[in-house]
C-alpha cells in the first residue's frame, strides 16, 4: 500500500497540472484550431512547466536548497514555487495571451492566483498540499469548460475526483500533511479556478 501511496503521489505531482489542464483543453473544446496553433501552445507549455522546473529542481538539490521532490518543509518551498511563479506569469503573457485562447488564459491566471495563495501562506508558516491545489485547479476547469461549451466530460470529471481522493489518501498515509494543510490546498486550487470564471464563462 505504502508503494502504490507513494507512486500515486508522484504521478499526481502539480508539476503536470498546468500540462494536463492544457491537454484537457485541446481535447474538450469544439473550438477549430488548427494542428500548427496546438502545438505552438502545447509544445512551449511543456517545455516551460515541466521541463524547465525539472532542470531547476535538479540544480536546487546539488546545491542543497531542496532534499527531495516533495519538499518537505517550509524553507525548501519557497524558491520552488518563485520559480513556478516566474514561469507560469511567462506562459501567460507570451505564450497565450488574452486574445487568444481566452479559457486557457484564465486557467493559468487561476493557477498563478493558487501558487500566491500558496506561497503567502508559507509565510504565514503554513504549508498546504501542493498536490491537491493543483488537483482542485484541475476539476474545477474541467467542470467551468463543462458548463462553458455545453459538453458533457462527466467521465473525465469523476476521473480527476477520484485521483483527487487518491492524492489526498497518499498525502495523508504518508504523513506528508495534516488533514487541514490538505483540505486548504484542495480548496484554494477549486476557489482561485471559480474567481476567475466569471471573465470567460
Known amino acids: 500500500m505504502r508503494l502504490f501511496l507513494k507512486i500515486t503521489s508522484y504521478l499526481l505531482h502539480p508539476l503536470f497540472i498546468p ?113 491537491l491545489l493543483g488537483m482542485g485547479s484541475l476539476l474545477m476547469f474541467l467542470i467551468n469548460l463543462s458548463i462553458h461549451f455545453e459538453i458533457n466530460v462527466t467521465i473525465a470529471i469523476s476521473i480527476v475526483t477520484l485521483l483527487s481522493g487518491l492524492a489526498a489518501t497518499s498525502r495523508l498515509y504518508l504523513n506528508a500533511h495534516t488533514k487541514a494543510e490538505v483540505l486548504i490546498g484542495f480548496a484554494i486550487g477549486l476557489f482561485t479556478q471559480l474567481f476567475t470564471v466569471k471573465f470567460w464563462l
Open 19 to 131: 500540462f494536463a489542464g492544457t491537454i484537457a483543453y485541446f481535447l474538450i473544446t469544439p473550438k477549430y484550431s488548427p494542428l500548427e496553433v496546438q502545438s505552438g501552445n502545447i509544445l512551449p507549455i511543456f517545455i516551460l512547466t515541466i521541463i524547465i522546473p525539472i532542470i531547476f529542481y535538479l540544480i536546487l538539490r546539488n546545491l542543497g536548497i531542496v532534499s527531495s521532490v516533495f519538499m518537505p518543509n517550509l524553507q525548501e518551498r519557497k524558491y520552488p514555487l518563485y520559480i513556478s511563479l516566474g514561469l507560469l506569469i511567462m506562459v501567460l503573457f507570451k505564450v497565450i495571451p488574452n486574445n487568444f485562447t481566452i479559457e486557457l488564459h484564465y486557467y493559468f491566471l487561476g493557477l498563478i492566483a493558487a501558487l500566491f495563495s500558496a506561497l503567502v501562506l508559507l509565510f504565514l508558516n503554513f504549508k498546504c498540499s501542493m498536490h
